[in-house]
Structures are given as structure tokens and as C-alpha cells.
């Protein structure tokens, strides 16, 4: 739970407040559970922290220069006494308006906490928190209008993936609010709010970066700077196809060796099945078991698994040469070898998990690519025989 500091928030102090290498929370002296977060950009955001008879609840208030540090103040002590009263904070206090906050925190608490996954979860709050409540926390619903979301929108175009994120959550959160009788029909701010152009990334290993990559996984395991069970996890992602997360969380009980196969039972689309071939196998023998740990790819942590794997996975990647490649692009190299194989999409897309061909046929391009590649082959070795002229 938040504390007091010596610090009394004013407008000067906040002008004043800044950071070094990450985001952090400066608490109010008097006012406790009332602050403001203060972001590396140099963004400041009015937050109140505080814990009612639900648990502990966060609220962002607003941006600072957008909220006046006096109104952010008084906002801050009337939430605090409705959270400890255990209002719903979705619900306007009487004579309030219903803010973008108060709907955030019931689009997390009814929504999106009871129907996604938790990584799910994460990436939701991670957006609101860090982009859309800041700048729209403390406006009425009704406030928010076309030149709002826009401004919103605009304000991230540096990362134009992360701005048509926040537009898409804000307009799922008006949607709701509008099912929810918060806004009358035809109140979302976002439907005029044109998206940027982003391209659909696709990078894929060729035979060479294999071989380099199975190099650079040697290498980890004989200098010993990298933790054991994440050279496992990234060698398991490249022979299965699987996503990370279900890597990450598969336990020992879910290895059925009789049955030859791994049982995912939260994969993204539902349990399923992933056959234990023979190199899978051999990473698994590999891995020791500990009775305290249930485990496949243990953490440093005791009885967890493995977390921030990407940072293990950046000094292989650079010992391999391949800077550019993320690994969730292990997946779609999956994807692409079994395409270069010979496999159907239909049988790729049982192997990758996928709920319908149609999501499969983001690979399609490469199932021309691979018959044009066997047509020249063919083609060349008939025409060898019975086309005019010389064929080279």
C-alpha cells in the first residue's frame, strides 16, 4: 500500500518531480493513497491507491496540466472514501459524473478480468494505465468526444501499433459503457478516428540462421551466463511452434510420456494435444526435476516459472546474428518449415493450435512460394528432355 512521504503534492513540487531509467509513484505527505506517477517520457499521471473491503483498488485521476493538482487532490480524497466504503467506482457518486476512469475500472473488473487470459489482463492495463488514463482519467464519458480520441490517437503516432490499441480499447470500453446504459447509442468517440497503416511483420529463419541459432544455443550452455531452463523453453518454442506462455506454464504432469504428448491445458484456444517427437524429448531428459517445483521450465524464484524470458533470449539472438528476430518468430518459422515440407495449411494449423483454417492462411503466401519452388524444379527437370533450346 502506498505512503506517506515528505513530499506535499503541488503544483510547483509536480513541475519539479522527474526520473531516472523508470516510472515511479511519488506519494502525497497528507493525503495518504493520493499521487502522482511520473513516467521517463516526462508524462505525470494523478493516481490514488487505496484498499477497501474488495482489496486494494488503483484509479487514475488525470494528466497533470490537463487537472489542476488542487482538483486532483479533491477528487483523490472523495474516491478514497468511496473505495473504503466499498462503492463501485463505475458508478458515479451521486451529483458525480461517470469519468473514463470510473468505466475503466469497471470494463477491467467485469469484462476483461473475467473473460481473458492474465497476460491478456496485463496488456489492457498496461495500456489504459500507462496511455489512455492519463490523458482521459478524469473527463466525464460525455466530455470525450471525436477531437478527444483523435488527440489520443495522435499523441502516439511514433508507435502507431500502440495508438490503434488504445483507440480499439477505448472504443470496446464505449461500446460497453453504451450496453451498460452509461452513454446514450451512438455516443463512441473513436468510430470517426481513422487507424494508421501497419504492416503485418513477418520474419522467418532460413536453414543458415538454424544452424546459427542452434550454435548460439551451444555457446549459452557452455559459458553458463545464461539460465539453463530459458536455453530449454527457446529450444522447445523452436521444435514445437508453441507460444510462449504455453511453454512457460506447462508442468511436469502435463509431459505424457505413454501417450507421446504435451497436454497444453491453457493454450490460447483451448486445451490440446502437441506430439512429443524425439528431439523434443531429448531437450525435456535434459532438464533436471526438482520435487520443490512442478515446473518443466523452472524460474529463479522458488516453486515459480520462468518469467521475462526475452531477456535471456536477447544475448543468444546477438550470438546468432539475428537481432531482428522476437521469438514469437520461432512460431512462425515453425510455420514456414512445415510449409517448405510439404504440410497442408490445415495440418499446420492443428500442429500451431489454431481454431480455423483462416487463421492459418497468413502463411498461404509461402504455400505459393514453396509450389512455385517445386514447379521450377519439376519443370526443369521435364524440360531438360523435351523443351526447344537449352534450358538452364
Partial sequence: MPKRSDLKLTKRTVDALKVNGKDAVFWDRELAGFGVRVHTTGRKAYVVQSRGPAGPKRVTLGHHGEMATDEARKQAALIIDRIKRGEDLSAAAPGAKTTVAGLAERFMRTHVEKHLKPASVAAYRTVLEGHILPVLGGMGLEEVGGAE???????????????????????????????????????????????????????????????????ALRWACAEGGVWPPAIAAIRLLALTGCRRGEILNLGWDDVDRTAGDLRLRDAKAGPRMVPLTRPVLRVLDAIPRSEDNPWVIAGQRPGKPLTGLHHYWRPIRERAGLPDVRIHDLRHSYASRALALGESLYTIGKLLGHTSVATSARYAHLMREAEREAAVRVGGSIGAHVANGRVT
Wanted: aromatic residues 8%; proline residues 7%; hydrophobic residues 35%.
Fill in 149 to 215: 480520441a483523435a488527440a489520443l490517437h495522435h499523441g502516439l503516432r511514433d508507435t502507431p501499433v500502440l495508438a490503434n490499441r488504445a483507440v480499439h480499447l477505448l472504443s470496446r470500453m464505449y461500446t460497453l459503457a453504451e450496453a451498460w446504459e452509461l452513454v446514450p447509442p451512438g455516443r463512441n468517440p473513436c468510430l470517426s478516428v481513422r487507424r494508421y497503416r501497419t504492416r503485418k511483420r513477418e520474419r522467418f529463419l532460413t536453414p543458415e540462421e538454424y544452424r546459427r541459432l542452434g550454435r
